[in-house]
């Protein structure tokens, strides 16, 4: 995994004023632990923040700090519900050789059989891997497999170096048989037809409270 050199400038104002002042001039406000010292309250640049972010589980060098650069990973980000845009991001204080556990995307490559569908039930695995070398993502080839075929945690290619942070057999993805074009039509009819009970209870609920204010 490539470092990310990002720019960090000390934060000594806090509170919902200063914070909002600091998203204004485009930064972002920050708190950095870990190593057992306190915590540190800092800013970065937002937009290159956010570039970094794109990458999961993105190694942070942080330069401009007092003592010398930083290595971090975000451990928390907080985004503006609607807008999208960040609020504030705890990062991890992380030295070369060190483990750390991590969430990892699955990603899935290939098609199954035909006839099959793929259910993937697991998305993200947690992983302990060397903080310098973790994974972007773990990918899983689903080529060719079919119906009633199976991965388990277990049988994931895990990258040299990384282990499994989670039970064994914990079911990542299968593959089903796919619905033929008279079930999803059955489906399709069901799904009317509720809709169709639902309009009817909706307008007879409307009438009788008519009928009721009349009185």
């Known amino acids: 995994m490539s470092e990310v050199r990002i720019a960090a400038e000390p934060r000594t104002e806090f509170g919902k004023g200063p914070a909002r002042r600091t998203r204004r001039a485009g930064k972002v406000p920050a708190v950095l632990y870990g190593h057992g010292t306190d915590p540190r309250h800092i800013t970065l640049p937002g937009h290159e923040l956010m570039l970094a972010l794109k990458t999961p589980n ?4 942080l330069q401009g700090l007092d003592g010398g650069d930083e290595l971090a990973l975000p451990k928390d980000v907080q985004r503006d519900p609607l807008k999208g845009f960040l609020e504030h991001v705890d ?13 990892v995307p699955v990603q899935v490559t290939g098609d199954v059989v ?38 388990l945690a277990k049988d994931l290619p895990l990258p040299s170096g990384a282990t499994l942070d989670a039970e064994e ?27 169709g009970e639902g309009a009817v209870e909706a307008e007879g609920e409307a009438e009788a409270k008519s009928e009721g204010g009349e009185e």
Request: no cysteine; proline share 4%; glycine share 8%.
């Open 91 to 103: 990062l991890l204080v992380v030295k070369r050789g060190e483990k750390v556990t991590v969430e």
């Open 169 to 195: 057999d914990t079911l990542v993805l299968h593959v089903i048989a796919a619905p033929t074009a008279a079930q999803r039509e059955a489906e399709l009819g069901e799904g009317e037809a509720a809709e």
């Open 114 to 151: 035909p006839d099959g569908m793929l259910d993937q039930q697991l998305v993200q695995v947690s992983l302990e891997a060397e903080a310098t070398h973790i994974p972007q993502a773990i990918e899983v080839n689903v080529e060719g497999m079919a119906i009633g075929d199976q991965l």
């Open 58 to 61: 993105a190694l942070l060098r």
